[in-house]
């Protein structure tokens, strides 16, 4: 398997709305990573984790709570969110240790987060 | 900080011509430089990477790039372009020397190849 598959494909939640966006490899990456993408811009690092361990914050807002229940999941749960929070979500993953060659990340396809 | 440029929003090429689409980084170091092309509304997929070793590149979908220290450059090139690599294009720079984790992208390349 060397996919990373992201869950739901396109989401549309209210400003008091709770959700959660889901991410899913079997790499056996130890490294994941939430990104954000406005239309025509490119992905804007969010967090990252390490050995199921939160290890970079990009200073995102508290209604964005990301958690790592092990070494093949990692869910970004949704909370007040804003009109403007509407994008494209990326999860990714990526080695941390290792032939240097493996160390690209693998994307999934996204989900389309729309907030009305 | 790390951080690469691609001074073309957009790079318009007849089917069959070559293409080039540009990047240059700025890194201490020894920069890792990958290319990923996105398709409309769907993630990135990997085109190629420069770790170390040759600084001739080869990639998926026949795409090549060449890594030129002296320059900062990374450029993408394909020798004769299909009208399906139309689609948006990211370079991105990773500094080994401040950890693994962090992948920043330049702002994009919209490539449109003509029939």
């Known amino acids: 398997d060397t996919e990373v598959t992201q869950t739901p494909k396109h989401l549309v939640m209210g400003m008091t709305n709770k959700k959660s966006l889901k991410c899913e490899q079997h790499?056996?990456?130890?490294?994941m990573y939430w990104y954000k993408q406005k239309a025509k811009k490119p992905p804007e690092l969010m967090f990252v984790?390490?050995?199921?361990?939160?290890?970079i914050n990009e200073s995102v807002p508290s209604r964005f709570s990301p958690e790592c229940p092990n070494s093949s999941l990692l869910n970004l749960h949704l909370h007040a969110l804003q009109p403007e929070d509407s994008a494209l979500y990326l999860c990714?993953?990526?080695?941390?240790?290792?032939?240097?060659?493996?160390?690209?990340?693998?994307f999934g396809s996204g989900t389309r987060l729309t907030v009305v | 900080a790390q951080s690469v440029a691609q001074p073309e929003d957009q790079v318009n090429v007849a089917e069959g011509n070559p293409l080039t689409v540009k990047c240059t980084y700025s890194?201490?170091?020894?920069?890792?430089l990958f290319w990923y092309v996105q398709y409309p509304n769907r993630g990135l997929q990997f085109l190629l990477k420069y770790i170390t070793g040759d600084n001739l590149v080869k990639g998926s979908y026949g795409f090549e790039a060449e890594f030129n220290k002296s320059q900062t450059s990374f450029h993408l090139k394909k020798p004769s372009a299909l009208v399906s690599d139309s689609a948006l294009y990211f370079c991105?720079?990773?500094?080994?020397?401040?950890?693994?984790?962090?992948?920043?992208f330049g702002t994009g390349t919209r490539l449109l190849v003509s029939p």
């Open positions: 790499m056996g990456h130890r490294a």
């Open positions: 984790y390490s050995y199921e361990k939160l290890s």
């Open positions: 990714a993953s990526s080695q941390i240790t290792g032939n240097r060659d493996n160390y690209g990340y693998t």
């Open positions: 890194v201490s170091g020894n920069p890792y």
């Open positions: 991105a720079v990773r500094n080994p020397n401040t950890g693994f984790q962090k992948l920043v």
